[in-house]
């Protein structure tokens, strides 16, 4: 059985092929409903219509205003399709029945149903009033068509007017029926809620509006350090203050063997040399002097300088 997703595109596309002209292919569209509604039956007779068969249209009509009683554009049309097989007395009392759906308004709007068409009092009273000259009631033909006249808009009045004059003189008329082409289609909303959705968007690439950062050359990431008023902001680590002559905190290495560690000795700490002294702690940091001192055999304990305590922390 097909989904509901399936039968919508159907439907819209059956009402692509009417727009088209291509009437077989929008029946079996319209046809593959397995319980049709009055809609689709009706979108069946008006095409059974257009391709030139009344018979087939008068029980695709029949179906329509049975599911839907109150559907008075399913009476004029079906009203339509008795007059072209020359039933003029079903044809009458259709024309009735679609006026009755009326009740009293002036015109239906379909639009929101999904039909491009407004079925106007005053053409219901025209069809009625073409019925009944084809049975010979030329006097109620006149009362009709004066009745459409009262009714009807200025774009329709001349229109009218020549109908009245032509029935007046014993001339058949030949009724009106809907738009040609115009079928119930679905709502748009709905066949676009069939659509795939992207809930998570595509990535863009978006370059700031400031000169300062266009740079040519990507910057590596700089670590986040806490200011003087406790906010984060980016920036080089923060070095640990000692004392002496010891300056500066090297990156944490692997640990030295015991043998290398060294200390330094009054008198020496301004002797320069292009190696860096190391003093490993246990965690694998070391530090690293500003100065070059001459390497010890015996190595101390931190804290153990002759000219003070150092601190690494």
């Known amino acids: 059985m097909p989904s509901l997703g399936d039968l919508l595109r159907e439907w819209d596309r059956g009402a692509q092929a009417v727009a088209r002209g291509d009437w077989d292919c929008a029946l079996r569209l319209f046809s593959g409903y397995p319980e049709p509604s009055a809609r689709m039956c009706f979108n069946v007779g008006c095409v059974h219509l257009l391709a030139g068969n009344p018979e087939a249209a008068l029980r695709a009509f029949d179906q329509a205003v049975t599911k839907d009683t109150c559907m008075a554009v399913g009476f004029f049309q079906r ?19 679609a006026l009755a759906q009326l009740r009293d308004n002036t015109a239906i709007d379909y639009t929101q149903l999904g039909l491009r068409f407004k079925l106007h009092a005053w053409e219901v009273l025209f069809n009625l009033g073409a019925a009944q000259c084809r049975l010979g009631l030329w006097a109620e033909a006149t009362r009709s068509l004066e009745e459409a006249l009262s009714k009807g808009s200025e774009g329709a009045r001349d229109h009218l007017c020549t109908a009245l004059d032509q029935v007046q003189k014993q001339v058949h008329l030949q009724p009106r029926q809907g738009p040609r082409g115009e079928v119930f289609r679905p709502h748009r909303w709905h066949l676009e809620l069939l659509e795939p959705v992207d809930f998570l968007g595509k990535a863009k690439v978006v370059s700031s509006a400031f000169p300062a950062d266009r ?36 990156a944490c290495g692997p640990r030295r063997p015991p043998e290398t560690e060294t200390q330094v000795g009054p008198g020496q700490a301004g002797q320069a040399d292009h190696h860096a002294p190391v003093l490993s702690d246990e965690q694998g940091c070391g530090w690293q002097g500003s100065q070059t001192p001459a390497l010890l055999k015996t190595p101390l304990m931190l804290g153990e300088w002759p000219w003070g305590t150092l601190s690494p922390w």
């Open 79 to 97: 009203g339509v399709a008795s007059f072209q097989l020359e039933r003029f007395q079903e044809a009458l009392c259709d024309f009735r029945l």
């Open 215 to 250: 740079q040519e050359d990507i910057q590596p990431q700089q670590p986040q350090v806490q200011g003087a008023d406790g906010r984060a902001r980016p920036g080089a680590a923060p070095r640990a203050a000692v004392t002496g002559a010891w300056k500066t905190r090297t």
